[in-house]
């Protein structure tokens, strides 16, 4: 099975709900595999960190699965880095890739924001994904707006043959307003062949949502 990216239209929108629950229904069906957030931004005392949750969704602490660029700016990788003195190695991406490969593992790659924000100056997501043959899998919101980010998103992964293995609608509201319940309908006609899944609101925190979406992405796992 194909090693994944998981992207979002935008920040906040549930990359990393999905990027553990595919690694939930990855272990459940007997297979090994293991979160990688390659750089993260963002970072406070506060809250738990993207790559800790995707850690424990894997079951396991590798050096390998840890983020290689860690910052407190709320800020692209590539911009907080600069601000911060430090860069990412885009070769270390793949070195990492290979390495979690190496050991029998699926590896789930979660970008940071959307496809295009700069991890460093000339690496995208995207960049990330073609150089290693990873195939994507696109979250968005549900709501009014999402139909021109994901068909955008679509549009430029489509553009340099990446495969796109399904879109994930997130809902954050528990009654799904009128664009909710017509947008995944709607995506369909503009992007046939592609799943479109939608995944309801969960309660708790964000590891007991990814558990409970786990059904729900089950069609693009
Ligand atoms: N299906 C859902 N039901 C309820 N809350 C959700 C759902 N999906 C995501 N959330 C909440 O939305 C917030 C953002 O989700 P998440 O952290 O997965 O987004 P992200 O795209 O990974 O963000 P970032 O760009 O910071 O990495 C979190 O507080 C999460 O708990
Ligand atoms: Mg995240």
Same mark, same amino acid.
């Given at each position: 099975m194909a090693d994944l990216l998981v992207t979002g239209?935008?920040?906040?929108?549930?990359k990393t709900v999905i990027a553990a629950a595919l690694i939930f229904n990855a272990r459940q069906q007997g297979a090994s595999a293991v979160g990688f957030k390659p750089a993260e931004t &963002? !970072?406070?005392?506060a809250g738990v960190a993207d790559s800790d949750i995707l850690a424990q969704a894997s079951g396991i602490e590798t050096?390998?699965?840890?983020?290689?660029l860690r910052l407190a700016?709320?800020?692209a990788p590539a911009v907080a880095a600069e601000r911060a003195g430090c860069s990412l190695d885009p070769g270390d991406i793949g070195r990492r890739i290979r390495g979690l490969r190496a050991g029998g593992r699926r590896v789930i790659v979660e970008g940071a924001g959307?496809?295009?924000?700069?991890l460093s100056w000339g690496c995208t997501a995207l960049d990330v994904a073609r150089e290693n043959g990873l195939q994507v899998v696109i979250v968005a919101r549900a &709501? !009014?707006?999402t139909l021109n980010h994901v068909a955008l998103t679509h549009e430029a992964l489509v553009a340099r043959d990446i495969p796109v293995r399904g879109i994930v609608l997130n809902m954050r509201d528990a009654t799904p307003d009128l664009a909710e319940r017509t947008n995944p309908a709607t995506l369909a006609r503009m992007i046939p062949g592609v799943p479109i899944l939608v995944n309801p609101r969960h309660d708790g925190d964000v590891l007991d949502q990814a558990r409970a979406s786990v059904s729900f992405i089950a069609g693009i796992a």
């Open positions: 239209t935008d920040t906040g929108v549930g &963002g !970072l406070s005392d050096p390998l699965a840890r983020p290689l700016e709320a800020l959307g496809l295009l924000v700069p &709501g !009014l707006g």
